[in-house]
């Protein structure tokens, strides 16, 4: 493992355990009565969430695309950016889709059903996106 990869697999890291701050922290709050039903910002959340997800397959073929097939190299530094950059990106996106949950469970009073699916999601992404050696072929 190159030295950038181990760097991108820390900030993966990090990003995989600010998941699980969200859904401790979610169910450790304690909320007060509900005030009004939010189902229509929680519909607004979820249209973020599925646009997110989708976004970051994308964002991972367009940015990341040369380095799976080979057609790029981590030894030039110019390159060793662009995949940092790339993977911040999709990792980001991914993790979005946990704060969005963290967002719509504090607004749902703590309710497991508002915040459980975003977060449960996000990790899955962030699982799908994991970035492994074995995915990043080397140039010839």
Not at 13 to 20: D, R, V
Request: net charge positive.
């Amino acid at each position: 493992m190159k030295p950038v990869q181990l760097t991108v697999f820390i900030i993966w890291g990090a990003l995989c355990s600010s998941l699980l701050v969200y859904a401790g922290m979610l169910s450790s709050m304690t909320f007060g009565p509900a005030k009004a039903d939010v189902t229509s910002t929680g519909m607004v959340v979820a249209l973020g969430a599925g646009s997110a997800s989708a976004l970051s397959f994308l964002l991972r073929k367009m940015l990341l695309g040369d380095f799976t097939a080979g057609r790029l190299s981590l030894d030039d530094p110019a390159n060793r950016s662009r995949f940092v950059a790339g993977n911040i990106v999709v990792f980001a996106l991914s993790e979005g889709v946990g704060a969005l949950g963290f967002i719509n469970g504090i607004m749902s009073n703590g309710r497991g059903d508002a915040w459980v699916p975003y977060i449960g999601l996000a990790f899955i992404l962030m699982l799908l996106h994991i970035p492994l050696p074995s995915r990043f072929r080397s140039a010839s």
